[in-house]
């Protein structure tokens, strides 16, 4: 079966300082990858995602990049944090072209930067 | 970009009372999805519709397509405690390999 893995669970960060978020799917290949972020209270913002390799899509401006090194690997990066980056990160995966059927999340990174 | 309108954006309700959302667009979705939200966890599908004018029942909850495929609503039926939580429906335009969501109905009940 399938099983996405995402860390921290939380975090507590300078402003200023660097960010670095992982998330690992297993049991599956060649998924289509994922970053959202949720304010807080605030509904579900898509920030980037992957459908292969080295490919990413960045949907907002903002103070993040995203890189794809393995096939079933995210990560979600910041070389300078800011106040305004606080929030919920959840990385998901899709079976290519199906993320109509189902968009699995991880259990999420509550980002508090100070 | 595309953006879902989605109401309320919180509800306070008694056990046992019936709940309605609702979400809304100016584009047109190839398909509506229904998202639950437990505190501190990354969504959960609910219901997901793929035909317009499709209604599609999962235990006490409803959901249907808009026939001008703009809008889908949610229904839950006598509500219970576990209901609690915050729902989101999201759209997908044909090939596009990704999911907008509403910002959300925080939904509260009172037992």
């Known amino acids: 079966s399938q099983t996405i893995h995402q860390w921290p669970a939380t975090l507590v960060q300078p402003v200023g300082s660097p960010l670095s978020l992982e998330c690992t799917v297993e049991?599956?290949?060649?998924?289509?990858l994922y970053w959202y972020r949720q304010a807080a209270g605030r509904g579900l913002q898509l920030l980037f995602y992957s459908v292969g390799i080295g490919q990413i899509s960045s949907e907002v401006p903002q103070n993040l990049s995203a890189s794809r090194p393995q096939d079933r690997q995210f990560i979600l990066s910041s070389k300078k944090l800011l106040l305004s980056d606080s929030g919920f990160y959840l990385c998901?995966?899709?079976?290519?072209?199906?993320?109509?059927?189902?968009?699995?999340f991880g259990s999420g990174t509550q980002l508090s930067v100070l | 970009g595309q953006q879902l309108n989605q109401s309320p954006q919180s509800m306070f309700i008694q056990e046992g009372e019936d709940v309605s959302m609702n979400c809304t667009s100016s584009?047109?979705?190839?398909?509506w999805l229904w998202y639950k939200q437990d505190p501190g966890e990354g969504p959960v599908l609910l219901i997901a519709l793929y035909k317009a004018g499709e209604l599609t029942s999962n235990g006490r909850l409803t959901a249907q397509f808009g026939i001008t495929r703009k809008d889908s609503f949610l229904n839950i039926s006598a509500s219970i405690p576990s209901d609690v939580g915050i729902y989101f429906c999201a759209g997908e335009i044909q090939g596009a390999q990704k999911l907008v969501f509403g910002q959300g109905t925080r939904l509260t009940i009172n037992p």
């Open positions: 998901a995966w899709s079976q290519k072209g199906r993320v109509n059927e189902k968009l699995f």
């Open positions: 584009s047109i979705f190839n398909t």
């Open positions: 049991g599956t290949s060649n998924p289509n």
